[in-house]
């Protein structure tokens, strides 16, 4: 259901959006981008690539389903997110999927004839959450529909980078349920209360446009076939030319921004900035400024 539940492919795609497209290209495959292949792990659902040493590109891989969010696709998203994570050459990490669909919800075959007693007890969705605990930025690149689980998916991300044909949408009441993976808390604090109740009761779809000027996500890039993913390699290379201590750091002060208080923050920001000064990379970024270098960076 929602970042961190697709719709049964046919039902929200013909009642929600009324498109049913047979096959998608994974959007990434625009020639302006070059893959390199990354580890000898084979995967079903996902596709795992390196369109530059430090970046990695993980591309949901379900076609025929729009990319629907299954347990066993999640589990591969998984594996791969912590791999990459762990990888001192990444920097930063690309999450996309195809032109037509980034993710379009949750597997509804998959949840359908589910009960309590097993979703409960097995504490349905958990890992979902795992791509929180990345330490590494993650740049969500998204086309086409982003819908319930995919919503969800994509919020968990850092970044969102959205194609002018991006949807985003929580559509979980038409199915008599709720955003079950986040959306609900993360919309929330991303556009404000009444615009979370607002896709959460109604269900409605919001345009790539309306999620910018609501600060759903950090901008809309151009037109054109992988221009988004051209957009979020560009940026996540941006980012892996930093000292990785100080991204990581940043990235823990701003989610912390979430869940303290003002003071609290601040606090919790000031120590972190304390701490980096017992790095080589503030040595050397500091020394570059002030000789009028770039700074070379060695992570440590």
């Known amino acids: 259901m929602g970042s961190r539940f697709c719709f049964p492919m046919s039902f929200l795609i013909s009642r929600t959006l009324r498109v049913v497209p047979a096959t998608i290209k994974p959007s990434y495959l625009a020639s302006t981008v070059r893959l390199m292949s990354t580890s000898n792990t084979e995967y079903?659902?996902?596709?795992?690539?390196?369109?530059?040493?430090?970046?990695?590109?993980?591309?949901?891989?379900?076609?025929?389903?729009?990319?629907?969010?299954?347990?066993?696709?999640?589990?591969?998203?998984?594996?791969a997110?912590?791999?990459?994570?762990?990888d001192d050459s990444v920097g930063a990490i690309v999450l996309t999927g195809s032109e037509k669909a980034f993710a379009a919800g949750a597997d509804i075959k998959e949840m359908k004839d589910k009960e309590y007693s097993d979703v409960y007890k097995n504490n349905f969705l958990e890992n979902w959450g795992q791509i929180a605990k990345l330490r590494k930025p993650v740049i969500a690149a998204v086309s086409g529909y982003a819908?319930?689980?995919?919503?969800?998916?994509?919020?968990?991300?850092?970044?969102?980078?959205?194609?002018p044909t991006a949807k985003f949408g929580?559509?979980?009441?038409?199915?008599?349920?709720?955003?079950?993976?986040?959306?609900?808390?993360?919309?929330?604090?991303?556009?404000?209360?009444?615009?979370?109740?607002?896709?959460?009761?109604?269900?409605?779809?919001?345009?790539?446009?309306?999620?910018?000027?609501?600060?759903?996500?950090?901008?809309?890039v151009g037109e054109g076939e992988g221009k988004v993913v051209e957009e979020a390699i560009t940026m996540a290379k941006e980012i892996s030319s930093k000292g990785q201590i100080a991204v990581q750091a940043a990235k823990e002060v701003v989610n912390a921004g979430y869940e303290l208080t003002l003071a609290e923050?601040?606090?919790?920001?000031?120590?972190?900035?304390?701490?980096?000064?017992?790095t080589k990379d503030q040595k050397e970024g500091m020394a570059a400024f002030a000789e009028k270098r770039k700074a070379q960076f060695t992570n440590s």
Do not use: Y
């Open 44 to 79: 079903q659902f996902i596709l795992s690539s390196r369109p530059d040493p430090s970046v990695a590109l993980i591309t949901l891989n379900r076609p025929k389903a729009l990319n629907a969010l299954s347990s066993p696709l999640f589990k591969e998203l998984n594996q």
């Open 81 to 86: 997110l912590f791999e990459a994570d762990a």
């Open 147 to 163: 819908l319930g689980g995919g919503c969800e998916l994509a919020l968990m991300c850092d970044i969102i980078l959205a194609s």
């Open 170 to 220: 929580q559509p979980e009441i038409n199915l008599g349920v709720i955003p079950g993976g986040g959306g609900s808390q993360r919309l929330v604090r991303s556009i404000g209360k009444s615009r979370a109740m607002e896709m959460c009761l109604t269900g409605r779809n919001v345009s790539a446009q309306e999620a910018a000027e609501w600060g759903m996500v950090s901008r809309v």
């Open 265 to 278: 923050g601040l606090r919790f920001e000031r120590r972190i900035f304390h701490g980096l000064f017992a």
